[in-house]
């Protein structure tokens, strides 16, 4: 049997490693096909380096022009590798541009369609994810929801294919992670640690001031602020003129030394799907600046506290939540399954 991994950005490949690895420890055949979405050294190369995986047998090399244009030339040479491999089934996970442009790709050539992070929603009209994971749901023959919550999304939906609860393969290489690096959840630093790379944030500069603005505060109160950036957010604070001179900014890190700060920061503030999750198996406290969350078990732990508006409240509620932090609290319920994911993935496939 033939597998085929369609990924393009940098979260798609954090949850294709526990399958590629599953693959080749059952010396299955399979090709990895990159779409270029995420281009940079520190986005993309370095994790199939550290996560030790073989690089892409092609890589599109689709990066420029607007989203329906990317997206359209995603399907159109997809389909020539696709016809030229002829894989048994193409496994896409998550929501990317990368995610939907595989899906549709696969599906007009009728070939056989895996969906790996099915049935997460965040109810979200304006968010491009979203509508996104809604399409490749609705065209995917397997879809592996990561929790209980996803897989009644979907049933309750109707798709057309067949759903799984497999558990999260993220968290498959979380746990391997949190060995290789003898992760402590329980020894936090004086420090705070902030992603934050969505349009909804970015683009707009009043709201990129209101973050940076918050950022600066906590500084000001003996957390240093430490903010690894995505290159968008870098090219938009340069843009708007904004000053972020008490954060501690640093080019993207790798999976490890993130896993590493998230392990040790007191707070995490953040506009990444991924890293709402990871905080939580981290046992670290997460602020989440936007409307909605796939991740609702993350809420409903009071792990993760949503900011939909930035208002003149906010510092002080963020401070609040950091200052009322107790360290010795206890590990969090598990929704995420039993680190076995990508196994189970591959087992329901085989068959
Ligand atoms: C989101 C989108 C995804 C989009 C991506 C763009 C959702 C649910 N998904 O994913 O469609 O392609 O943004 O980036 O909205 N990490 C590092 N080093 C860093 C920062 C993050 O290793 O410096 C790791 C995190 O530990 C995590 C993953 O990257 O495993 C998360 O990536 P992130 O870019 O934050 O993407 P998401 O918000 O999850």
Redesign the pocket.
């Known amino acids: 049997m033939k597998f085929c991994i369609v990924v393009g950005?940098?979260?798609?490949i954090?949850k294709s490693q526990p399958i590629i690895n599953e693959l080749i420890s059952r010396k299955k055949d399979f090709t990895i096909v990159h779409t270029g979405?995420?281009y940079d050294y520190?986005m993309s190369r370095t994790?199939f380096q550290e996560l030790k995986i073989d690089k892409p047998d092609y890589n599109l090399g689709i990066n420029r022009g607007s989203d329906s244009s990317q997206l359209a030339q995603i399907i159109k040479k997809l389909e020539i590798i696709l016809t030229k491999i002829k894989p048994d089934v193409v496994i896409v996970p998550?929501?990317?541009r990368s995610a939907l442009g595989g899906a549709l790709s696969v599906n007009r050539l009728g070939l056989k369609l895996a969906h790996v992070e099915a049935g997460?929603r965040s109810n979200d009209f304006e968010?491009e994810?979203e509508i996104?994971r809604r399409l490749i749901d609705n065209c995917s023959n397997f879809l592996f929801a990561p929790t209980l919550s996803c897989a009644k999304n979907l049933k309750k939906e109707g798709v057309l294919g067949s759903v799984f609860n497999v558990g999260d393969t993220?968290y498959d290489v979380f746990l391997n992670y949190k060995k290789i690096l003898k992760l402590k959840q329980f020894s936090k630093e004086d420090f705070i640690l902030m992603?934050i790379?969505?349009r909804e944030n970015i683009l707009d500069i009043t709201k990129m001031k209101k973050i940076i603005d918050i950022a600066n505060f906590i500084s000001k109160h003996g957390y240093k602020v430490v903010f690894?950036i995505?290159p968008h957010t870098k090219k938009q604070i340069k843009n708007f003129g904004i000053s972020t001179e008490n954060i501690q900014i640093t080019d993207?890190?790798?999976?490890s030394?993130?896993?590493i700060l998230?392990s040790k920061t007191k707070l995490l503030l953040?506009?990444?799907?991924?890293?709402q999750k990871?905080a939580y198996w981290s046992n670290t406290p997460c602020v989440t600046f936007r409307k909605s969350t796939?991740w609702i078990e993350t809420l409903k732990e009071k792990n993760n506290f949503l900011i939909p508006e930035i208002s003149d409240n906010t510092k002080n509620k963020i401070l609040h939540i950091l200052e009322s932090q107790n360290s010795k609290k206890k590990p969090l319920k598990n929704y995420f399954g039993n680190g076995k994911a990508a196994n189970k993935i591959i087992s329901i496939l085989l068959n």
């Open positions: 950005t940098r979260p798609q954090i979405q995420h520190e994790f998550g929501d990317t997460a968010l994810e996104n993220m992603t790379h969505r690894p995505h993207p890190v790798n999976y030394k993130m896993l998230l953040t506009d990444s799907g991924g890293l990871e796939e």
